[in-house]
């Protein structure tokens, strides 16, 4: 099977559009002249910064032998045989035997939206709109597993791979692994160019 990506759509749509007002601003700050133009540049070059860094490029992505969690600042890959648990209850979270990875990307419901969430779990999900692994003993999903939700989402694809793979068998033969986890260094990288970028244009000013 192909490789899926889950990105939040509501953080995409808020990134897109403080990158938008980021422009013009910077737009309008040069049509007042050179100074205000660099005065506007560096803050909004940060703002345009951090929407990428904590809004767009989040994300988790799941193939036949792993799941990789791109978080801000680090990204973590778990192999499926590695894996011990999936839980939901605050966010995205991939249990292994030694070590508990959460996606940044990947929140529960919160506020209103898990009071609801809450009371729609209680309910006996549709056959097939969950997978097996989400349905709690009682036969109720948990408000985090729900579809719709971005750990809901995510957990879904996760878990029927992560299903597909145990029955398969592919999975019984392979050692097991720790989490393997790496920084970020375009996305850091971006962020002290951001932060240079605006002390520059508040020195300039």
């Known amino acids: 099977m192909d ?81 011990v648990d999936v839980a939901t209850k605050f966010a995205l979270t991939v249990q292994t035997a030694n070590e508990t990875v959460v996606a940044w990307s990947a929140p529960a419901p919160g506020g209103r939206d898990h009071v609801l969430g809450a009371r729609e779990g209680r309910r006996r999900p549709e056959a097939g709109a969950v ?13 985090g597993d729900l579809p719709g939700s971005g750990s809901g989402d995510a957990a879904a694809v996760l878990r029927r791979r992560w299903e597909s793979a145990r029955a398969s068998g592919v999975l019984d033969d392979l050692p097991i692994t720790g989490v393997r986890a790496h920084w970020n260094a375009a996305s850091i990288l971006l962020v002290v160019a951001g932060i240079v970028t605006t002390v520059g244009s508040v020195l300039l000013t």
Do not use: E, K
């Not at 403080?18 to 013009?24: G, K, N, R, S």
């Not at 692994?133 to 948990?142: E, L, P, W």
């Open 3 to 83: 490789t899926v990506t889950i990105r939040p759509r509501g953080a995409l749509v808020t990134a897109c559009v403080l990158w938008v007002i980021a422009a013009a601003s910077t737009v309008y700050g040069f049509t007042l002249g050179v100074l205000p133009g660099l005065s506007v540049a560096g803050p909004m070059v940060l703002v345009a910064t951090a929407a990428w860094l904590l809004l767009a490029n989040p994300h988790v992505r799941v193939d036949d032998s792993a799941i990789a969690v791109v978080n801000p600042l680090r990204t973590f890959v778990v192999d499926l045989q590695s894996i």
């Open 131 to 143: 997978p097996r692994s989400a349905i709690r003993a009682d036969g109720t999903v948990a408000p």
